[in-house]
């Protein structure tokens, strides 16, 4: 667990935690460390950095001291004792899966998964006989169960479960993983001295509004591009957890080099100081557009966290393990892409543009657009349809907002 804050809100912690304005001239702010080296006192002490990890900075490759402030400040919102920042949410997906999976393991993901990582589960680490179990937010715990022994018994003699990925909410369904019930495998599945892991992807739902190490996940993921960063002008990824989980991932990320860089440590800084007024008002902004888009009568099928119906398995968990509604609504056209087209080439306000949690409003097309790579068979199965629509809701006036939909909505 992460330190302990004196009970001051992560919100206030933003704008000085991990900083001494008295090392740096006063500095209110930290100064970006645009250095790729560091200079050593003396030989001895260059020994001393490479012997014994953060004693001091060697390389901006392997530590900075934008990074180290960055990575205090992200860890205080899931009370994690270790961050890591990334080049992009990608270099931090493919890192932790890298240093963690290996050749015959069994790696359960959830379905569906972010286009990109979809490859990686599906094509890319199956080359390296890394074999993928696909699961459902639908499954319980016996099927889940059912689908890895399944796994196991066409494996090798010795496979394992290497790693359980969550991606909760799914992108861009908002289905939703029961995290608890995942812990409860991971654990089932250990060996002495090892067990597999449990790493959620957050990147839907950020820490503001879902804290996964509360619910049993070894490691915590997001693509820092999305409400992190949240102005659209960054690419950044995180990985928070355990000091003993996160060592491994640390060590190749030095290695394979995707560190993220000072600049973008700097920026992610400033972006945290806002982040809870960010996300406020985009969390009443959205509810505001779905209140308005679940009573339209050109949408087909809303679909928005803060709308699920009491007494199903979605709203359980969506109560249990989740803080808040977020800022994500899929809306689905009957009339499949050219009625979506339609509609997206009819907005003003709210850019076409794809990324998420960003202070503008922007709307994409999953199944041509971020998910374009995904078979078209898992698509239809998991209702990533030719008629959905992704929104992501900024921090603009919502009656601007609801404006702009209205006048698109008409043109489909
Ligand atoms: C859920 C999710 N995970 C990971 C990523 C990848 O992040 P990045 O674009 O920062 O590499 C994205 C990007 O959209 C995403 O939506």
């Given at each position: 667990?992460?330190?302990?804050?004196?009970?001051?809100?992560?919100?206030?912690?933003?704008?000085?935690?991990?900083?001494?304005?008295?090392?740096?001239?006063?500095?209110?702010?930290?100064?970006?460390?645009?250095?790729?080296?560091?200079?050593?006192?003396?030989?001895?002490?260059?020994?001393?950095?490479?012997?014994?990890?953060?004693?001091?900075?060697?390389?901006?490759?392997?530590?900075?001291?934008?990074?180290?402030?960055?990575?205090?400040?992200?860890?205080?919102?899931?009370?994690?004792?270790?961050?890591?920042?990334?080049?992009?949410?990608?270099?931090?997906?493919?890192?932790?899966?890298?240093?963690?999976?290996?050749?015959?393991?069994?790696?359960?993901?959830?379905?569906?998964?972010?286009?990109?990582?979809?490859?990686?589960?599906?094509?890319?680490?199956?080359?390296?006989?890394?074999?993928?179990?696909?699961?459902?937010?639908?499954?319980?715990?016996?099927?889940?169960?059912?689908?890895?022994?399944?796994?196991?018994?066409?494996?090798?003699?010795?496979?394992?479960?290497?790693?359980?990925?969550?991606?909760?909410?799914?992108?861009?369904?908002?289905?939703?993983?029961?995290?608890?019930?995942?812990?409860?495998?991971?654990?089932?599945?250990?060996?002495?001295?090892?067990?597999?892991?449990?790493?959620?992807?957050?990147?839907?739902?950020?820490?503001?509004?879902?804290?996964?190490?509360?619910?049993?996940?070894?490691?915590?993921?997001?693509?820092?591009?999305?409400?992190?960063?949240?102005?659209?002008?960054?690419?950044?990824?995180?990985?928070?957890?355990?000091?003993?989980?996160?060592?491994?991932?640390?060590?190749?990320?030095?290695?394979?080099?995707?560190?993220?860089?000072?600049?973008?440590?700097?920026?992610?800084?400033?972006?945290?100081?806002?982040?809870?007024?960010?996300?406020?008002?985009?969390?009443?902004?959205?509810?505001?557009?779905?209140?308005?888009?679940?009573?339209?009568?050109?949408?087909?099928?809303?679909?928005?966290?803060?709308?699920?119906?009491?007494?199903?398995?979605?709203?359980?968990?969506?109560?249990?393990?989740?803080?808040?509604?977020?800022?994500?609504?899929?809306?689905?056209?009957?009339?499949?892409?050219?009625?979506?087209?339609?509609?997206?080439?009819?907005?003003?306000?709210?850019?076409?543009?794809?990324?998420?949690?960003?202070?503008?409003s922007l709307a994409e097309h999953p199944g041509s657009m971020t998910h374009a790579g995904v078979d078209e068979d898992v698509k239809r199965r998991l209702g990533i349809t030719?008629?959905l629509v992704r929104l992501s809701i900024g921090v603009e006036a919502a009656d601007d907002l609801i404006a702009d939909l209205a006048a698109a909505l008409d043109a489909v």
């Amino acid at each position: 667990m992460g330190d302990d804050m004196g009970g001051v809100r992560p919100e206030s912690l933003m704008m000085s935690h991990g900083h001494d304005p008295h090392q740096t001239e006063g500095s209110v702010k930290v100064p970006i460390y645009q250095t790729s080296t560091f200079e050593f006192a003396s030989a001895a002490e260059g020994k001393h950095f490479f012997a014994a990890k953060g004693a001091g900075y060697i390389y901006s490759r392997l530590d900075n001291p934008n990074l180290r402030v960055a990575e205090a400040r992200l860890r205080v919102w899931d009370g994690a004792e270790e961050c890591l920042l990334f080049g992009s949410g990608m270099s931090a997906i493919s890192t932790t899966l890298l240093a963690t999976l290996r050749p015959g393991d069994i790696f359960v993901h959830s379905h569906p998964l972010y286009g990109c990582t979809d490859f990686l589960a599906t094509t890319f680490l199956p080359e390296f006989g890394i074999m993928p179990v696909a699961v459902t937010g639908d499954m319980h715990e016996s099927a889940v169960e059912a689908a890895v022994e399944a796994a196991m018994a066409a494996g090798t003699s010795d496979a394992r479960l290497g790693m359980i990925l969550l991606e909760t909410p799914a992108n861009p369904t908002l289905d939703l993983f029961d995290l608890e019930m995942y812990a409860a495998i991971v654990e089932r599945h250990g060996r002495p001295g090892s067990r597999p892991l449990l790493a959620v992807d957050n990147t839907f739902l950020g820490p503001m509004w879902q804290r996964p190490l509360e619910h049993g996940a070894d490691i915590v993921i997001y693509s820092a591009t999305k409400y992190i960063g949240g102005h659209s002008d960054l690419v950044a990824g995180a990985v928070l957890g355990d000091r003993g989980v996160l060592e491994p991932i640390g060590h190749l990320r030095a290695d394979l080099g995707t560190t993220a860089s000072p600049e973008v440590a700097w920026l992610i800084t400033r972006s945290l100081e806002t982040l809870q007024v960010r996300t406020d008002k985009q969390l009443e902004n959205a509810a505001r557009v779905a209140g308005f888009l679940r009573d339209h009568p050109k949408v087909r099928r809303l679909r928005y966290l803060g709308l699920l119906e009491p007494g199903t398995r979605a709203h359980d968990v969506f109560k249990h393990q989740c803080l808040a509604a977020g800022a994500l609504i899929t809306v689905e056209f009957d009339g499949g892409e050219a009625a979506a087209f339609r509609f997206l080439d009819s907005l003003g306000l709210i850019k076409l543009a794809v990324s998420l949690g960003s202070t503008e409003s922007l709307a994409e097309h999953p199944g041509s657009m971020t998910h374009a790579g995904v078979d078209e068979d898992v698509k239809r199965r998991l209702g990533i349809t030719p008629g959905l629509v992704r929104l992501s809701i900024g921090v603009e006036a919502a009656d601007d907002l609801i404006a702009d939909l209205a006048a698109a909505l008409d043109a489909v």
